[in-house]
């Protein structure tokens, strides 16, 4: 099986930053896709932030120009820098990983269990 463990989440006042990290772990061969979605109170849950195993991301518009997803695939590890941080950001924060637990099986996707991001001044 895999695991993913999140941490990073935390109150902060509107314009700080936070980093967000999420490890996978477990009998894994290979990961692909990494990302983020989040969920607002009374909202959907979003797409925020995805990166290929090459380092190819892309992001949700409201979110260009403030964060940064990143990943390291040596540790399986993927990051969510965010800076500028508003209001409207608040949310859980949901990772997720598209793993491979043999060569010849296809990519699952795999969540986190969630981290708060508080923004309020």
């Known amino acids: 099986q895999v695991q993913l463990v999140e941490s990073g989440g935390g109150l902060v006042q509107p314009g700080g930053s936070l980093r967000l990290s999420c490890a996978a772990s477990g009998s894994i061969f290979r990961v692909d896709n990494m990302g983020w979605y989040r969920q607002a109170p009374g909202k959907q849950r979003e797409f925020v932030a995805r990166i290929t195993r090459a380092g190819v991301t892309s992001y949700t518009d409201s979110v260009k120009g403030r964060f940064t997803n990143s990943r390291d695939n040596a ?47």
Request: glycine share 4%; net charge neutral; aromatic share 12%.
């Open 75 to 121: 540790k399986n590890t993927v990051y969510l820098q965010m800076n500028n941080l508003k209001p409207e950001d608040t949310a859980v924060y949901y990772c997720y990983a598209m793993a491979a637990l043999t060569a010849t099986m296809t990519s699952q996707t795999y969540w986190g269990q969630g981290t708060q991001v508080t923004v309020s001044s």
